[in-house]
């Protein structure tokens, strides 16, 4: 196998990526970001000195990946025979007839291990593989990613350690069981909030220990570069299914609007990848208790530069919602440079009316969503009921998860 | 504020020669060397190992005298650390004593006022982490850390490659921002570190984060002679130097030490100042005879 020489990182690199198919440069919207890993001022690289080397070898070593044919071609046929791809996208008649706007929805929730985040873990297992890594770290919140991770390590032979709060252990305690069963060992964190924030503060010092022999399998388009980027690219299969199975149900139109909830955005990233050069209108929903982007201001966390949560001092806050997908107190950064160029939007819901839609969405399609997705679903329910979005648009809608993990307990919350 | 300018001995102080600078950070000529630099070139001419000991800053009402009992028991240099509520670098020992000062109510402004107060001549460097300086900016913060007396800052998540803007502000309020190399640290790279570290080069003595460590790692060595031999600034190896016998060990190639998880262990533990000065004291023991 011949190596493309790495460009240290300069643009115009060896990318073989649909942007760049496309034509996309540098500084165009979801194209490669600049050398540094730089979305307009959000992202770059803030990590201890010891994972610099690491960091800058993933780059090279995705960009070398992602230009070949041959690892594309496994990957591809990985997510068509394993994964179950592409996921289909579903018409919600009586749910668009409820509220006055044709609704159609990307089916991440049928991908095996029950959301998108499969999409990124096999290809981030395969490239561990590829560099001759033989264990993987990860950090989960919702236990979705974690499920993920140790699912590719089961199927490549990786050992796989992830990292998960005390609180959301209780919470998800399917999850716990699954990746158990799929020989993860699953470590609970116990400092600060024993969330999402804290489970990557300790799959992040892990890596320092181990990062001579270990990937640390990120589960969202988040952390130093080249996350943000890889992990997007990994996603954008979401969007870019999305787009032509849209224009097979719209005759060759794209949808009016775009909605995805976001937890650190991977299932956004992805979704919005594929219709960012359209004129689909691009909305992000975050947790009203965890909303980096309404809330938050400007930090360096987790290795990047982005919107956090944050004291008057810079102390990181403690996010609060009933998804531990989405209890994260920031963003990815190619979030908050949509957000800060316009081409996006972001808002928040509250928790009562996520749980409204979880059961609107089970009563009226017979779909029972993760509480992360329910998040989009709330947003359109309100969008559509107050004139946020114009009655007889169509809008795509990204069913990030099924709910399965949840059910026990919205079952607690709701009797 | 303390004029942070130059030393005040005409001693052996060399500014190490540095190769040409690469990167974000500012490309002019690097400011002459401030308080922490000189202190500890002057120490090392003088044929002393040097010892920094690492606090964690608002742990306990006594901190200030524990800090000044370390300054009295012949600490070349005090690390103060301003807790962060996620120190990626930082093992369950410092852990521990960040939150633990956070629940005390300690803010960086806090920790800035007592050291205003704290009256020692032993150089002071902060340690901690990026958010807590960028949050207020560079400017300001690079000139808050001044005023309170502040010679040096240590943020171990500001890589070489993202310091240029803080590093800008920092040596224009005359504040020495040590930059940190690790044992995956390429030699190439490690020469960028060299050029751009102010005040001495922190050798990070394992891959891992802080923690005590029972044997001294192999790495710590190999890291202390890589940087000798890019270096003329002093290097201090820290992260996993936690008894006198390790000190020992690291300074037969290292020009010193930082040591901290051990010292903020006994002080967790209840020691208070006089038992960090003995702790202090039983390191020095070790490097001195
Ligand atoms: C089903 C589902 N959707 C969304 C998320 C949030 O992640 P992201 O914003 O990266 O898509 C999670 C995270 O756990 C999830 O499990």
Redesign the pocket.
Known sequence: MTTPPFLGGQDGGPVADAAARRGAPAGTLMGRPTAGGRFGEFGGRYVPESLVPACVELAAAFDEAWADPTFRSHLDSLLASYAGRPTPVTECHRLSEQLGVRVLMKR??LAHT????INNVLGQALLAARMGKGRLVAE??????GVASATAAALLGLDCVVFMGEVDVERQALNVFRMRLLGAEVRPVSSGSRT?KDAVNEALRDWVATVETTHYCI????GPHPYPYM?REL?RVVGDEARGQCRALLEGRDPDVVV??????????GTFAGFVDTDAALVGVEAAGGAALGDGAPGVVHGMRSMFLQDEAGQILEAHSI????DYPGI?PEHAHLAATGRATYHAVEDAEVLDAFRLLAATEGIIP?L??AHAVAWLVRAARTGGVAPGSTVLITM???GD?DVAQVMEMLS | MRTPATPASAGPVQRATSGPVAGSAPAGVPPPPGKLESRLREARASGRKLVVPYLTGGLGDDWLDTLRALAAAGADAIEVGIPFSDPVMDGPTIQEASARALREGATPHSILDALRRADVDVPIAVMTYYNLVARAGHRRSASELAAAGVAGAILPDLPVDEAGPWVEAADAAGVETVLLAAPTTPDERLRTICARSRGFLYAVGVLGVTGERRELAASAREIARRCKAATDLPVLVGVGVSNAEQVREVCEVADGVVVGSALVRRLLDGAGPDGAGEFLAELRAGVDR
């Open positions: 991440e929730d029950g959301s998108h985040k989960t919140g919702a236990g979705q990613h999402l589960g969202s388009v988040m992990v996603q995805a909830c976001i937890g650190g955005g991977s299932n956004a990233a998804s531990a997908g989405l990815g993760a992360e997705p990030s998860g099924r993990k």
